[in-house]
């Protein structure tokens, strides 16, 4: 590990929305952009629902070891319970006992967005040894806040005819659905 470089900017103040960037660089150069709208709050609960259908309990699904397929300690440090219809068609829940930031406090939202990158690698249309699809980008839309522990996907996989794919999850918790990811992929055969 090497010292990285964090820095925070409003990039579109607002009393009720307003658009914040930070970005990751190392060695000088800049590594990871995050963008987050961040909007006022208000009192919905009375109309709180939504169509997104709720996945099975994690204990109903079978333990899977993800290591078997990707290599690295991140993946090593997650739980893992999966349920595959098809290739690059599962449901699952996975956990980490890893702190995002050792030694700190961090929401139940950033914990699970710190997994939510794992969703492209969860089902597989082909074995990484076929293809290499790595993400060009993560976008997460949240309608709820997470309250923590493990995060449930519902994941579909696409590969396209020209070198491109898409990941889409319907992200879960213990309460039910929280929001949505998509990942852009590039596709390389091997």
């Given at each position: 590990?090497?010292?990285?470089d964090?820095?925070?900017?409003v990039?579109?103040p607002?009393?009720?929305?307003e658009?914040?960037?930070?970005?990751?660089?190392?060695?000088?150069?800049?590594?990871?952009?995050?963008?987050?709208?961040?909007?006022?709050?208000?009192?919905?609960?009375?109309?709180?629902?939504?169509?997104?259908?709720?996945?099975?309990?994690?204990?109903?699904?079978?333990?899977?070891?993800?290591?078997?397929?990707?290599?690295?300690?991140?993946?090593?440090?997650?739980?893992?319970?999966?349920?595959?219809?098809?290739?690059g068609?599962?449901?699952?829940?996975?956990?980490?006992?890893?702190?995002l930031?050792?030694?700190?406090?961090v929401?139940?939202?950033a914990?699970?967005?710190?997994?939510?990158?794992?969703?492209?690698?969860?089902?597989p249309?082909?074995?990484?040894?076929?293809?290499?699809?790595?993400?060009?980008?993560?976008?997460v839309?949240?309608?709820?806040?997470?309250?923590?522990?493990?995060?449930?996907?519902?994941?579909?996989?696409?590969?396209?005819?020209?070198?491109?794919g898409?990941?889409q999850?319907v992200?879960?918790?213990?309460?039910?659905?929280?929001?949505?990811?998509?990942?852009?992929?590039?596709?390389?055969?091997?």
């Amino acid at each position: 590990m090497e010292p990285v470089d964090v820095r925070v900017e409003v990039l579109r103040p607002g009393r009720t929305i307003e658009l914040v960037e930070a970005r990751l660089t190392a060695g000088g150069r800049t590594i990871v952009i995050a963008r987050a709208w961040l909007a006022q709050r208000t009192d919905t609960a009375a109309i709180a629902d939504s169509a997104f259908p709720r996945l099975p309990e994690p204990s109903s699904m079978p333990v899977e070891d993800l290591a078997v397929v990707w290599p690295g300690a991140f993946v090593a440090s997650l739980g893992a319970r999966r349920r595959q219809a098809e290739p690059g068609r599962a449901v699952a829940w996975l956990s980490t006992d890893v702190p995002l930031l050792e030694g700190e406090p961090v929401s139940a939202t950033a914990a699970a967005l710190g997994l939510v990158d794992t969703t492209n690698g969860t089902t597989p249309r082909l074995p990484p040894d076929r293809v290499a699809f790595p993400n060009l980008d993560l976008t997460v839309h949240l309608f709820r806040e997470p309250i923590g522990g493990p995060v449930g996907y519902d994941v579909s996989v696409s590969f396209g005819p020209d070198g491109a794919g898409l990941t889409q999850a319907v992200l879960h918790d213990a309460e039910g659905p929280f929001g949505t990811s998509a990942q852009t992929l590039t596709l390389r055969q091997r």
